[in-house]
C-alpha cells in the first residue's frame, strides 16, 4: 500500500501520520513543494517579531522526526498533474527533474495562496523593493532579509484581518511604526464591529496608525522608500511614506492540480468533498485550505484554519487505507491574540445566521473572568447570538485581556455548539470555581443569562 | 405570595433573588443565622492572606444590593422549627426574640458545618488560643483577630484538601512559617496522587513543611504557644511547636431543622431531594451544601460545591413559585489555585467509576499549553479515565502552571463529559488555537488521543 500526500503542510502531513501510526506497513510518500515541510506558518508573526529566535523552531516536526515517523519526503517537487485512471502523480523536481510517482491512495493537500489585491505596483515591485505578501517560509526569509537590509523605521501593513494584525504586532515588538490600512469599517472583520472596536482600540494604545474603511490603491518606489496611495471611504485621497509594505488579505485555494483533473469547485474555488474528504476522482481524497469546509451550522463554506487542516488530513490519511473516518464538521472556531488583547470566537454571527435560515438575536454582555475582589480580575466582553425560534445558541464572540482565559472559554461556547445547546443550557454546565480564576457562575453563563434576560422573558417565566 | 429561604449563603439568596426575577411581586424573606449575608465564603483565604484589603468585597453582592432586588433580610436570626402543616417558621431572632414566619414555600439552604476530628485539646482550645476552625464569616474575624494579636511566625495546617491548601498558600503570603499535616497519603486526596504531588511539590518549592500520611492526634496549649502531636503511618510519633493551629478537614451538612421535620437524609447524612430540589416536605425545598447531590454519573451523593448551591438554589427559587425547573445534576468540576498552580477535575476517578459500575482506564499524558516555540510553554499534566468498554469518557483531572488556562480548559471537558462523548470523539471539537495560546490539536485533544491509543487501539485500526 503506497499512500501519497501532495503537501508538506497540516493537511498532507497529518494524512500520512494517521496512515502511517493505523498501518505502519503502509508506504507513505509527502510530495512538498519548498523545503520546509510541517512549518507552522500559524507562527511566522512571532518569528519576524523576534519572539521566536531560531525559524527552525517553527516546525511543528523537524525533517528527521517525519522521516523517523516513517514519511518518505520529497521536497522541491512541484506535483503538476494526477493520472486518475493510471494512479500516478506527475511532478517536477529539484533542478526541474520530472517525475512520476505511482500511488494507491493519493491524498492533496494543496493548500492556499495568498490574495494579491488590485494594487497598482504590486505586480511590479517586490521582495527586494521592501514589498511583501507573506504565506510561506519562504515569503517568511524574503521579510527577514528586507528588515535586515533595510532596517526599516516604517511600515504599512494592508489588510487587519488575523495576520495583518499578528503582524502590526510584531512589527510594533520589533520597534517599527506600523500604519494599518483596513477596507473594512472595522479591523478583524470576523468579528462583529463593537468587539472590533476593542481590538483596534488596543493596537493604538501600542503606537499602530489605523485607517479602517480605507482601500490601498497603489504602491511606488520614491526616492527614500515607499510612496504607497489610498482612498478613503468618503473619497478622501490618502498617502504613506514608508520603508516597507506588507499586503495580507486572506488567501484563496489552490487548487489547480485537482482541478485539472476534473475535481468539482465549491464555494470560493474550493475543491468539493463529502465528509469523508473523497474528492470524486478514484482514489483521491484531499483536504485542508485547498477544500471547501463541512461547516455544522453552514452547511459547505470555504473557511480555512489550522485546526481544520490537521483534522481533515487524519481524516483522509486513515480514509485513503479504507478507512470510513469522517470529518464532524467545522464551527468555524478560532482565536487571535493582539499585544494584551485575546479576540476568539465560535458559530455564526447574525448575519451568517439569517443566510443559513436562522431568526437570531445577540446581546453583549462584560462580566468579570474572576470574583472582582481578588487582584487582576478584568470584563470579558462577550457577545452571544442565540435563535429567538428555538433558544439554541448559533455564537459566541469574545474579547478579553490576555489572561482572562479567554482563548480556552471560548472552547467551552463551541462543544456546547457541537453539542447544539439551548442558550439557557449553558447554566446547567457544572464547570470550574476558584475564586482567582473564575465565578460561582462562570462568565460564559453570565453572558448567556443576559441573553436569555432580553431575548426569552416569557420562558423563564413560570406560570403557577 | 411569600417565599422564606433559610440561609443567607449561596443556595438561600440565589434561591431568593430568582424567585424576585422571575416574579417581582412574590415577597422574598431570608432568615440569616449571622449577620453576613451572601458573602463568597470561597474567598475567605485570600482575605487573610492579605490580598483581599477589605473583608467587605467578599459579599457577592453588599446587604444594599440584596435589598434592592426585594430581598426582605431576617440577620442573626436562627431558624429553630418549621411547622410543615401550618406553614409556619420558628425562629430565634436578635436578643434571643422568638420570631414566628409564616410562608407559601420554603428553601432550606442551611449549608455545612467544619468537621471537628477527634483531636485532644481541639474541643477545650479555640480562637484566644490561637486554635481556629474556619469556615464562616465569624471564624474568619475570629483567625484575623488571632493573626493581630499573636502575630504568628509559624502555623500548623491540619488537613490538605482545598481550603487548607488555600490556607497554607494564604499564611505562607503573609510570611507566616507553615506546617501542613495530612492524613491521606498525598495532598489533595481528590486528584489521583500521581497529580496531588505536583501540587505537593509545589508547596513545598514555597517552603510549606507538609506530612502527609499523617494524622495529628492533640493540641497542647505550651510556655510559648501550642505544641501539637501526631502519628504518621508507620507509627512514628511527631511533634510541633508552633503559634497557631488551622484545623480544616471538611465539612458536614447541617441538616437539624429539616431532618427535625421529617425529612429523610442519604450520603454523609444530607438531606435526600429530587431533582427540583424538593423535599418530599409540602412547599419545602432544599438547596446547597445541606442535601445530598444528583450527580449525573454517579446518582445521588454528596458534594458539596459553591457552583452547585448557586444552581440549585435558582432551581429551588424559580420551583417555590411553581415552576417545573431540574437540577441538570453535578459532574464535580472544581479547581484550585496553589501558588503558581492550577489543579482541576471533573467527572470520575478510577474507584469512583469502578463503584458506579463501569469498566475505567487511565491514561496521564503532559502537553504544552501552547506552541513551544512561543515563550512561555508549560506542559499540563492530564490525566483522562474513559470507559474501556463503551469508550465513553469519565473524567479529566488537569494540573499546570498558572498561566496555562487550566482552570477552563478543564471545562470543556465538563461540557464534552455533560454530553456523554466518547474520548475519541473530543478530537472532533472544534476548538481555538493560535501559537502563544494552543496548538493546533488542543492539549485536551492530545490528552483524548494518548487515552485512545493507550487502551483502543484496536478501534483505531482501520481494515481496508
Not at 461547516?295 to 485513503?320: C, D, F, I, M, W
Not at 473516518?325 to 448575519?351: M, N, P, W, Y
Request: hydrophobic share 40%.
Amino acid at each position: 500500500m503506497h499512500v501519497v500526500c501532495v503537501g508538506g503542510s497540516d493537511a498532507g502531513i497529518s494524512a500520512g501520520l494517521r496512515a502511517r501510526e493505523l498501518d505502519p506497513s503502509t508506504e507513505v510518500t509527502v510530495v512538498v513543494a519548498g523545503a520546509y515541510p510541517n512549518f507552522s506558518i500559524c507562527g511566522i508573526p512571532y518569528y519576524i517579531s523576534g519572539e521566536v529566535g531560531d525559524w527552525h523552531h517553527l516546525a511543528h516536526r523537524t525533517r528527521a522526526d517525519l522521516e523517523a515517523a516513517g514519511l518518505h519526503l520529497l521536497l522541491d517537487t512541484r506535483a503538476t498533474r494526477i493520472d486518475v485512471d493510471a494512479r500516478q502523480l506527475e511532478a517536477i523536481g529539484p533542478d526541474d527533474t520530472p517525475a512520476l510517482v505511482d500511488y494507491d491512495a493519493l491524498v492533496v493537500g494543496t493548500g492556499a495562496r495568498p490574495v494579491r489585491p488590485p494594487i497598482t505596483g504590486l505586480d511590479t515591485l517586490g521582495a527586494a523593493d521592501g514589498v511583501h505578501l507573506l504565506h510561506s517560509m519562504g515569503d517568511t526569509f524574503a521579510l527577514g532579509d528586507s528588515l535586515e537590509k533595510l532596517q526599516p523605521r516604517t511600515a504599512l501593513v494592508v489588510g487587519a484581518g488575523y495576520i495583518g494584525l499578528e503582524m502590526a504586532e510584531g512589527l510594533t515588538t520589533r520597534g517599527i511604526h506600523v500604519t494599518q490600512v483596513e477596507a473594512a469599517p472595522e479591523v478583524l472583520s470576523t468579528l462583529d464591529p463593537e468587539l472590533g472596536t476593542l481590538v483596534h482600540a488596543e493596537l493604538v494604545r501600542h503606537g499602530v496608525d489605523i485607517h479602517t474603511g480605507t482601500s490601498v490603491t497603489g504602491i511606488a518606489k520614491g526616492a527614500d522608500g515607499l510612496h504607497v496611495t489610498g482612498q478613503a471611504r468618503d473619497g478622501e485621497a490618502l498617502s504613506w511614506d514608508v520603508d516597507l509594505v506588507l499586503v495580507v488579505v486572506g488567501v484563496t485555494p489552490e487548487t489547480d492540480l485537482l482541478v485539472r483533473s476534473g475535481a468539482q469547485t465549491g464555494p470560493r474555488g474550493a475543491v468539493l468533498v463529502d465528509e469523508t474528504m473523497a474528492t470524486g476522482l478514484p482514489h483521491v481524497w484531499a483536504a485542508g485550505d485547498c477544500v471547501a469546509t463541512h461547516h455544522r451550522l453552514l452547511g459547505t463554506t470555504y473557511l480555512p484554519l489550522g485546526t481544520t487542516s490537521h483534522k481533515q488530513g487524519r481524516v483522509a490519511g486513515e480514509n485513503a487505507l479504507g478507512g470510513n473516518a469522517r470529518f464532524a464538521g467545522s464551527i468555524g472556531t478560532q482565536v487571535l491574540k493582539v499585544f494584551d488583547l485575546v479576540a476568539a470566537r465560535t458559530g455564526l454571527r447574525e448575519h451568517e445566521a439569517i443566510a443559513a435560515g436562522f431568526d437570531p438575536a445577540s446581546t453583549t454582555s462584560a462580566p468579570d473572568d474572576h470574583k472582582a475582589y481578588y487582584p487582576g480580575s478584568h470584563p470579558i466582553t462577550i457577545r452571544i447570538t442565540g435563535d429567538r425560534a428555538t433558544g439554541r445558541l448559533l455564537g459566541a464572540q469574545l474579547v478579553g485581556h490576555l489572561t482572562t482565559e479567554t482563548a480556552k472559554r471560548v472552547d467551552t461556547y463551541a462543544t456546547a455548539l457541537f453539542h447544539g445547546m439551548d442558550v439557557a443550557d449553558i447554566n446547567d454546565l457544572d464547570l470550574a470555581y476558584t475564586p482567582p480564576l473564575g465565578s460561582p457562575w462562570d462568565a460564559i453563563q453570565i453572558a448567556a443569562q443576559a441573553w436569555v434576560t432580553q431575548h426569552q422573558p416569557a420562558s423563564t417565566r413560570t406560570q403557577p
